[in-house]
């Protein structure tokens, strides 16, 4: 569950990017300063179609607005083929070397 914690972070990045809470709701119909203000003081949860609209309001994935570590799912296609390769590579002991 949500609570201040997530309005405090969100609030953080609004305002990080110069945004006032008037400028940040420009589609009323998704988001109201009023609803905005709610969430941000923690009295209010966001609904999912909502968070997605901050995160993309915001120019971050949901998973950042979240404040979640980067999963393995993002990381791009090479690195994780690099990964792959080296973890198949047999492992030498100090006194093979």
Request: aromatic share 2%.
């Amino acid at each position: 569950m949500l609570g201040q914690d997530f309005g405090h972070r969100l609030r953080e990045l609004r305002l990080a990017q110069g945004l006032t809470k008037e400028t940040f709701c420009d589609d009323k119909k998704v988001l109201s300063v009023r609803q905005l203000t709610r969430i941000e003081s923690g009295k209010s949860q966001p609904k999912l179609e909502t968070l997605d609209h901050l995160a993309k309001r915001l120019n971050i994935s949901v998973s950042e607005l979240l404040g979640e570590k980067t999963s393995v799912l993002q990381m791009p296609v090479m690195l994780l083929a690099l990964l792959n390769r080296k973890l198949r590579q047999p492992i030498l002991l100090k006194e093979q070397l």
